[in-house]
């Protein structure tokens, strides 16, 4: 059996939608999904089967080396995330281990990348839900976003824009989660960890 043949990937990046939200640091998921979607050259539309966007495609070298590949991005809310994305892995027949979910992560210095494959959700609401609503064995793509400073609470800090500094770097960051993404579904986890994770 072709890789394809098992049918496609489902990458979902993590965010709150609302232009309000698009600059969060809670929202690099949906970023990197832009990303990925420009890259793909195609355009997110309203999902039919779920409150989501949806893209489809490939990614990866041109040839045999490609995926088939299903971008999401939930319009539900991060806490709400695991409702769409679990409604469109069930729609496409995606088992739990070719799903991707690529997010923000506090306990990760800023634009630092961790891949990893199951584990806890490390109090993220959005992760939160995705386990809830099919379990923890899936895949995950971790940027680092760091702690915040003195005393702010964690909630206010996510849902800051990233500030100006962290902005210089920011395209470069993206760009660089958006390679380790196609990394990891045209060639692998370990490929992927071995080549992203800083």
Not at 58 to 76: D, E, H, T
Request: aromatic content about 8%; proline content about 6%; charged content about 25%.
């Amino acid at each position: 059996m072709t890789e394809d043949a098992a049918g496609p990937w489902l990458v979902a990046g993590l965010g709150n939608p609302g232009p309000g939200y698009a600059m969060n640091r809670h929202n690099v998921g949906f970023m990197v999904a832009d990303l990925l979607a420009e890259r793909m050259g195609g355009r997110f539309k309203r999902a039919a089967k779920a409150q989501a966007q949806v893209v489809e495609g490939r990614i990866g070298p041109a040839g045999p080396g490609s995926r088939r590949v299903v971008l999401v991005k939930p319009m539900s809310y991060m806490n709400l995330s695991g409702g769409p994305v679990n409604a469109l892995r069930e729609f496409y027949k995606v088992p739990a281990q070719r799903v991707v979910a690529v997010h923000d992560e506090l306990d990760i210095d800023y634009g630092t990348l961790r891949l990893k494959l199951g584990g806890g959700d490390n109090g993220h609401n959005g992760l939160k839900s995705l386990t809830g609503a099919f379990g923890r064995e899936y895949h995950r793509v971790r940027f680092g976003i760091g702690r915040p400073p003195g005393r702010m609470p964690v909630a206010d800090f996510v849902l800051k824009d990233f500030s100006s500094a962290e902005r210089k770097e920011l395209d470069y960051f993206v760009d660089r989660t958006a390679d380790a993404v196609e990394c990891l579904v045209t060639e692998g986890l370990e490929r992927a960890q071995s080549a992203y994770n800083s």
